[in-house]
């Protein structure tokens, strides 16, 4: 097996295998990730306001436990999930009703 040291932040790391790209892991169980949560947690940065939506970005896998596959090509982890459709359920049409 073929190691190589590779300095990262703050120090330096080995690197074993012939594999460079590091499988993404699920936030929840670990196992081999292949989404990431889409949900845009906000769309500015450090005060500024940018076009670019920031999403979350937490890798998941497929299993319906770890992500929902809410649209083409989105995909939330569950926690944000469940985060968004709680924030939809208690939403209520600002207005006059009391
Ligand atoms: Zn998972
Ligand atoms: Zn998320």
Do not use: L
């Not at 703050?10 to 989404?35: F, H, L, M, N, T």
């Not at 926690?79 to 359920?89: F, G």
């Amino acid at each position: 097996m073929k190691c190589e040291v590779v300095r990262s932040r703050g120090g330096y790391a080995i690197v074993c295998g012939g594999r460079r790209q590091k499988q993404p892991a699920c936030y929840r169980d670990g196992r081999p990730a292949s989404v990431q949560c889409d949900f845009i947690v906000s769309r500015r940065t450090a005060g500024v306001a940018t076009n670019v939506p920031v999403t979350c970005d937490r890798w998941c896998c497929t299993d319906t436990s770890c992500s929902v596959h809410v649209g083409p090509n989105r995909d939330y982890c569950r926690a944000h999930y469940d985060q968004s459709e709680k924030t939809a359920a208690t939403s209520s049409p600002s207005g006059s009703a009391a």
